[in-house]
């Protein structure tokens, strides 16, 4: 018998970063996964994610691993694609404080600041409201890691996600355009997996 709903694979970008997080996050929510470290394995996937971890090792190993074309290819030919942290910085048409050869794959209408929180609060935890993916009552406990914000939202792409208390109030911290969505935060590992289920949802109706 066919199966009434079909499971997608979604492919988690592992040349570094927590990639086994987020695979273990989409399995939790009914996404079956695979690494892609190389093009016939990007071929293969309905769906991409983009780990955290750190953007400019990410950028030179997409390079080294001949990745870097054959993602943008497919980014602009609307493969769904999930940036979290640095896989964020990786979606930005456009980053601040990047390294000066630093690229990025692009698809996102925005600007994205690296390390923009900076060393007081390097790391800390925030609840926040997540259009569309959060509701009211139950906030999302989201954990930053180094992350950068979204400085400035293009006309294309929607903010999600701003942070709501202390000095960051107001920044932007979750983006989404089209089938691309991206969080400055790391859902993976809060233990919620509201991130991954709206994406793995998004993929299924693509
Ligand atoms: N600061 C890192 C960068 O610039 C991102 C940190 C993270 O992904 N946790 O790529």
């Known amino acids: ?23 273990h996050a989409l399995e939790r929510v009914g996404a079956r996964t695979c690494a892609v470290r ?41 493969l769904p694609a999930y940036g979290s942290c640095a896989g964020m910085i990786m979606l930005a048409d456009r980053i601040a404080d990047a390294r000066p050869d630093q690229e990025t794959l692009g698809g996102l209408d925005v600007t994205v600041r690296r390390n923009a929180f900076g060393r007081q609060v390097d790391s800390f935890e925030t609840d926040l409201q997540v259009e569309g993916i959060v509701e009211p009552e139950r906030p999302l406990r989201a954990v930053f890691i180094r992350a950068p914000w979204v400085e400035s939202v293009g006309p294309q792409a929607q903010a999600l996600a701003t942070v709501e208390h202390g000095p960051a109030a107001g920044r932007v911290v979750a983006v989404r355009q089209g089938s691309l969505i991206a969080t400055s935060f790391h859902p993976e590992m809060g233990g919620d997996d509201r991130v991954h289920a709206a994406f793995v949802q998004m993929v299924r109706s693509a």
Not at 1 to 22: K, W, Y
Not at 40 to 69: C, H, N, W, Y
């Open 1 to 23: 018998m066919c199966p009434l709903v079909s499971t997608p694979l979604i492919g988690v970008l592992a040349v570094q970063g927590d990639v086994r997080e987020h695979a």
């Open 38 to 78: 190389r093009p016939e394995e990007l071929t293969a996937v309905d769906a991409l994610v983009i780990p955290g971890g750190e953007s400019t090792v990410m950028d030179k190993l997409v390079r080294a691993f001949g990745l870097q074309e054959p993602l943008r290819e497919r980014l602009r030919d609307g």
